[in-house]
């Protein structure tokens, strides 16, 4: 197949071929130059860079856990913007859940308890475990299996927080309206965010919720 271009930017090269282009750490692509108009097969040369890549890429991955637990879609994502080849991200992550250091669904119930403790509601966190990569069923059981309690707890002091940081003898329904929208930005659902506010509410002047059915 022929390369159609070959270009250097941000210490990568980049070879195109048949619609495909390729991103190469500067280190391999000096050890075997391609230029524009070169014949080269795809499988062999994935394959000539797969021995290079294997160990350096492990080493990579084990590194990056060894700071703090990731996904894996968000470890791979990691490793195809370094130039590793996808069959080299997919034998390194094989690799590692083999060894048991990369299982998503851990990773997701302690990025879930971590972003709860951090005062972030279900809706955000949820929102963050599909970016990373985490499948719908493991992002669902991870939040099922928090404390509801907690996020109220967290919801409302978060609500109390609020509500003092508002200007004085701002209207009531006003800051209420102010704390319900910090809530959303948060990650929390109305019904949360209403208990939430309700019972920051109750702390500070014990008064009855405007919005209570």
Known sequence: MEVTQVRRMRGMWY???GGETLRIPRSLYEKRPIAEG???DPEEYDQWLLLRQYQPGLEYAVSLLAQRPYAEGELEARMLRLGYRPVTCEMVLHKLKKNNLL???DFARQWAEARVRRGLG???IAGELRRKG???EETQAAMEALDEGEHVSAATALAAKFLR???????RRKADQRVLAALARRG????????ALRAAREGSDNTEDPYDD
């Open 165 to 171: 940081s508002g200007k004085p003898g701002e209207d």
């Open 38 to 40: 070169d014949e080269i």
């Open 122 to 124: 279900p809706q955000r």
């Open 15 to 17: 070879i195109t071929l």
């Open 103 to 105: 299982d998503d669904a």
């Open 188 to 195: 929390y659902p109305y019904a949360i965010a209403k208990e």
């Open 134 to 136: 985490v499948t719908a």
